[in-house]
């Protein structure tokens, strides 16, 4: 799916440099995962178990899930119990503004969409509240590719 919703083009999004991707995180310590399966063979599991083996505290966010291998996983954003530096989704593109509106409130410091993840109206609310943006990335595979540490747990 394409960035736009509209006949409108999309100008003002610039992806992060790889220095900006690999302060982002390294600076970051909890990832709340939007649309966090409890299904092995989905990738938002899969993303989601290696962000933890690395040393991120990691909680899932899945308003159709009550728990996920016997951790809680919350209806929402406003539901995790810390602050939020990374929110990961896992939703299609045109849920993506929702969720960054959420992420606002929620006052978390980005939010990353995975690959192929992307809409204009997260772009401008990401602006808008001086929230850092990724679209149409791969934490996992952005994490592996920058060679960024293990982090203690």
């Known amino acids: 799916m394409g960035l736009n919703s509209g006949p409108i083009a999309m100008t003002a999004y610039s992806p992060p440099t790889d220095e900006g991707l690999r302060q ?3 600076t970051a310590r909890t990832i709340a995962v939007v649309g966090h ?3 092995p063979n989905r990738a938002s599991y899969q993303v989601a ?3 933890r083996r690395v ?9 159709a899930v009550s728990s996920i291998d016997g951790e809680p996983c919350y209806a929402s954003l406003a539901e995790v119990p810390e602050p939020i530096d990374i929110v990961n989704v896992f939703r299609r593109s ?3 503004p929702e969720v960054t509106e959420e992420a606002v409130k929620a006052q978390a410091k980005a939010v990353w969409a995975q690959l192929d993840i992307q809409h204009l109206a997260a772009v401008e ?9 990724v679209m149409d990335k791969c934490i996992k595979i ?7 540490a293990t982090k203690p747990k």
């Open 142 to 148: 952005e994490h592996a590719r920058l060679g960024i």
């Open 125 to 133: 609310t990401a602006a808008a509240d001086g929230l850092a943006l």
């Open 24 to 26: 982002l995180l390294t």
């Open 55 to 63: 040393g991120y505290q990691v909680y899932p966010v899945n308003p």
């Open 94 to 96: 045109e849920f993506l």
């Open 37 to 39: 399966s409890n299904k």
């Open 49 to 51: 178990q290696y962000l």
